[in-house]
T-cell receptor
Framework: DGGITQSPKYLFRKEGQNVTLSCEQN?????MYWYRQDPGQGLRLIYY???????QKGDIAEGYSVSREKKESFPLTVTSAQKNPTAFYLC??????????????FGDGTRLSIL | EDQVTQSPEALRLQEGESSSLNCSYT??????LFWYRQDPGKGPEFLFT???AGEEKEKERLKATLTKKESFLHITAPKPEDSATYLC?????????????FGTGTQLKVEL
């Protein structure tokens, strides 16, 4: 079945540690996205990528980094510079960024907590 | 400022008790609206896309409608399995293309 796979489902970070969240899609979508979800807030865009080897900052990119070396993969690194990393992280993909009639499809998320 | 507001924040219904969820938006130029369903600990699941005022879409007990200022998600004779958080999202034009702005959601609980 086509879809988006995020791993791990749960992740714990120690102080000063960088952690990487995995996102893989087999939908052949060009665009991929990372969101952060906190209680009582809407999804907030961290980074997005329209094409391999290219990505743009979203609304809350500070303390995060991404790469897009393959069309299928868009890993997110939460760096030690992100002082409040505890959240539910969601990866999404769509046929292309800016395509008005194509929705984004989401993975099942990674919950990151601080040890 | 472009904004998406959902109401109510939470809604509790008895099984079979129909109701509506609201999504209002202030954006310069309607470019469509998406509805999603999110179960606890899961990612949002796409439900509907609406493009123009007056448009309606239906799926089982759900019907989404769109006006120039807001969208409604009508739930007819809901069942406990309809319990979830319902999110709406609107494309906002930015320098990097259209990006989705999400509302904070309506948490629906349907009881027997």
């Amino acid at each position: 079945d086509g879809g988006i796979t995020q791993s791990p489902k749960y992740l714990f970070r120690k102080e000063g540690q960088n952690v990487t969240l995995s996102c893989e899609q087999n939908l052949n979508h060009d665009a991929m996205y990372w969101y952060r979800q906190d209680p009582g807030q809407g999804l907030r865009l961290i980074y997005y990528s329209q094409i391999v080897n290219d990505f743009q900052k979203g609304d809350i990119a500070e303390g995060y980094s991404v790469s897009r070396e393959k069309k299928e993969s868009f890993p997110l690194t939460v760096t030690s510079a992100q002082k409040n990393p505890t959240a539910f992280y969601l990866c999404a993909s769509s046929i292309q960024v800016g395509s008005l009639n194509q929705p984004q499809h989401f993975g099942d998320g990674t919950r990151l907590s601080i040890l | 400022e472009d904004q998406v507001t959902q109401s109510p924040e939470a809604l509790r219904l008895q099984e079979g008790e129909s109701s509506s969820l609201n999504c209002s938006y202030t954006v310069s130029g309607l470019r469509g609206l998406f509805w999603y369903r999110q179960d606890p600990g899961k990612g949002p699941e796409f439900l509907f896309t609406l493009y123009s005022a007056g448009e309606e879409k239906e799926k089982e007990r759900l019907k989404a409608t769109l006006t120039k200022k807001e969208s409604f998600l009508h739930i007819t004779a809901p069942k406990p399995e309809d319990s979830a958080t319902y999110l709406c999202a609107v494309p906002i034009l930015t320098g990097g293309g259209n990006k989705l702005t999400f509302g904070t959601g309506t948490q629906l609980k349907v009881e027997l």
